[in-house]
């Protein structure tokens, strides 16, 4: 019987290790959530800070940099320096556009229906 001695013995000695195993997972899914909850709280705090930095960045670059088109130039001004640039006008396609999508709408309305009548 000291076999069955060496197994109960053997047997409080896994019981114990099992137990304090226990306690220690318990103790390790503890930290788990308690780090979770900290995860969560600093990616809320992040996501606070992004959009706090992309409306001054936003804010910044509004007052720094202008843009203004008028056809056919465009200057662009950033702090103290601008910039114009300008491209030819293009005679040739623009009264073709007049001729060809303006005009017309306009001729049907002065169009007389017969001679001599106003």
Known sequence: T???DALRKQLKTSQGRCSSLEEERDKLKAKMDELAAAQAELEASMEAQIRMHKQALEAALNSV?????V????NVHMGDK????KAPLP????????EGQVLPKFAKIFVQPKEGSS
């Open 82 to 85: 601008t910039q114009a640039f």
């Open 2 to 4: 000291s076999e069955a």
């Open 71 to 74: 056809a056919p130039t465009v």
């Open 65 to 69: 940099v202008r843009l203004c088109v």
């Open 91 to 98: 005679q040739s396609k623009l009264k073709g556009f007049v």
